[in-house]
């Protein structure tokens, strides 16, 4: 159930219009271009905790490293009403954060159950199903909304400007109708 206005592919079809994807773009970019530290109250007694942190960072999404991983994260948050989506994993011998892996928010829906909040659906395969329970999911939203059906959903930037942007994709096609009908 995807209670906002066209299904998440559509979504990134009308974040494809030219200057939405350089408004996506320069936002992501300059987000990633910002330099980051983990830090503490008490560096020195948490200096193990720290170093492991910026490991999973550094290693976020199979090795693709924090920037891609932000990069991602960033992308549905501002292109999609469910938000940008990550599988937290847990080291095995310490029970901290050990694993960051963003996950397709076109894939991932909400399924209403406290226990169990979320499902991620294989586009191709759709009985391939990977179920989330609490504590899974690390999520990313920009505008959360309020309604209970919603709930799990934000106003994604993209559908706040739904209206602009389909204005400016229909004057592109005006102008280039206009320019393709000029005589030498």
Known sequence: LNPTLLTAQQWRVVAQEPITRLCIRDIIRE?????????????????????????????????????????????????????????????????????????????????????????????????????????DLMRLRLQPRVDLVKKQYQEAPVESAFTGIEALSRIYTYYLKQLGDTPM
């Open 31 to 135: 987000i990633v271009s910002l330099e980051w530290e983990i830090t503490s109250d008490n560096p020195e007694e948490h200096e193990g905790i720290i170093k492991s942190y910026k490991s999973v960072l550094n290693h976020a999404d199979d090795g693709d490293g924090a920037d891609t991983f932000f990069s991602r994260m960033l992308q549905d948050a501002l292109e999609l009403p469910i938000g940008g989506n990550a599988e937290l994993g847990a080291d095995e011998e310490t029970g901290l954060l050990g694993g960051l892996w963003h996950i397709d928010g076109a894939t991932l829906y909400p399924t209403y159950d406290r226990d169990i909040p979320f499902v991620q659906i294989n586009p191709y395969n759709g009985l391939a199903r990977v179920y989330f329970q609490r504590g």
